[in-house]
């Protein structure tokens, strides 16, 4: 197990310039995972941490020794990629032990790694197949059976969930959060899908535009984003978000939109007649059974089984609601929706950030 460390990275591709000055540490045993959309730099981090890339600037270092001109193969590093990248021609245990055969370790040592991680991973009937024998699935079991046996001071995963169906993905996800509590090996795991984000990770790393927007544990980022597109990136379904304006007055604190007065919390950093965005997420919206609250008419009705999402029009805006359990509400229904002003998020609207 190792820390790692990013001081000021920078990373060009001819003229331009994809990573801008990124720095950050990764505890010692910790599962940090870089989520963002495509194109906003976390595979290309990734890679230069595994030596793949150059670093146009600044340092990485691994357990305090910096790796900027080690090659790749002297980093101890494993990294587990998203097509999988098996040896069509190997065995599974061919496959899982060419890395230490390549290091000349000994017969033994390399027999008692490849059982071991084939035990953990559930790969022991597996291990005379060749890969394309195996399901998607077993062959990315198959690859992080590669990486186990190197025992290697930090695993990299680039979006290795990506090419499964839905329904692997989950129990996959589950697999290598379990891998890690068992094995504790320092991890960095690159995906676009906040969910696998949300699931997997002690901390996330938001990333946009080759910049870091924010760090921070995953309830934290969704409890508290730092601005705007951190907000609308993390969670499912994403943060409703209306444009209007802040106001204060008789001890209250609203914010005007589509006609209608959004209640939110004392913001001792917002100003009144401050134009703001305001940001709800679905689950914080429930349905009023007072005959008070913010008026919507029912576009669409989605039952899932234990939730029901509800799309509403609120003036010219579109507002989804999650609501636990089911509903009687029809399309074309007149509602009433309530929120707690503790649940609302209100953000500037010139630098998209937080208001405290």
Same mark, same amino acid.
């Given at each position: ?25 990764? *505890? ?7 989520? #963002? ?30 790796? %900027? ?8 590093? =494993?990294?587990?990629?998203? *097509? ?6 190997? !065995?599974?245990?061919? %496959? ?28 022991? =009937? ?8 195996? *399901? ?28 499964? @169906? ?20 320092? !991890?960095?795991?690159? !995906?676009?899908?906040? $969910? ?30 730092? %601005? ?43 100003? @009144? *007649? ?24 029912? $576009? ?14 609120? #003036?010219?805006?579109?507002? $989804? ?17 309530? $929120? ?12 998209? %950030?937080?208001?405290?």
């Amino acid at each position: 197990m190792a820390s790692v460390s990013f001081r000021n990275i920078e990373k060009s591709f001819g003229k331009f310039k994809i990573i801008h000055g990124i720095s950050f540490d990764i *505890s010692d045993g910790e599962f940090v995972v870089l989520v #963002g959309p495509s194109g906003c730099g976390k595979s290309t981090l990734l890679r230069m941490l595994a030596g793949l890339e150059e670093i146009s600037g600044g340092e990485i270092a691994i357990d305090g020794v910096v790796v %900027n001109e080690l090659d790749s193969k002297d980093r101890d590093i =494993a990294m587990v990629f998203q *097509s999988y990248a098996l040896y069509p021609h190997m !065995t599974v245990r061919d %496959n899982m032990a060419f890395s230490m055969k390549l290091r000349k370790a000994e017969r033994s040592l390399i027999e008692k790694r490849v059982a071991d991680a084939a035990h953990v991973l559930n790969l022991d =009937a597996l291990l005379d197949r060749y890969p394309r024998e195996l *399901s998607g699935g077993q062959r990315q079991r198959v690859a992080m059976g590669r990486a186990i046996v190197r025992d290697p001071k930090v695993f990299l995963f680039d979006e290795p969930l990506s090419n499964l @169906d839905a329904k692997l993905r989950v129990a996959m996800r589950a697999e290598i959060k379990a891998l890690h509590q068992r094995l504790k090996t320092t !991890t960095v795991y690159v !995906t676009h899908d906040q $969910i696998e984000a949300m699931t997997m990770a002690d901390r996330i790393v938001v990333m946009h535009d080759g910049i870091i927007e924010q760090i921070g544990t995953p309830l934290a980022l969704f409890d508290r984003p730092r %601005n705007l597109f951190v907000a609308q990136f993390i969670g499912s379904p994403s943060m409703n978000v209306l444009q209007g304006t802040f106001r204060r007055g008789d001890g209250q604190c609203w914010v005007e939109a589509e006609g209608h007065r959004w209640p939110a919390g004392a913001l001792t950093q917002a100003a @009144d *007649s401050q134009r703001v965005h305001y940001g709800v997420r679905p689950g914080d919206i429930h349905l009023s059974t007072s005959g008070e609250g913010i008026e919507a008419r029912v $576009i669409v009705v989605e039952p899932t089984g234990a939730e029901t999402e509800l799309l509403l029009q609120v #003036g010219d805006s579109r507002v $989804i609601v999650v609501m636990h359990g089911r509903t009687g509400v029809q399309p074309d229904d007149i509602v009433k929706i309530g $929120i707690e002003p503790a649940k609302a998020h209100v953000f500037d609207a010139v630098s998209s %950030n937080r208001l405290e």
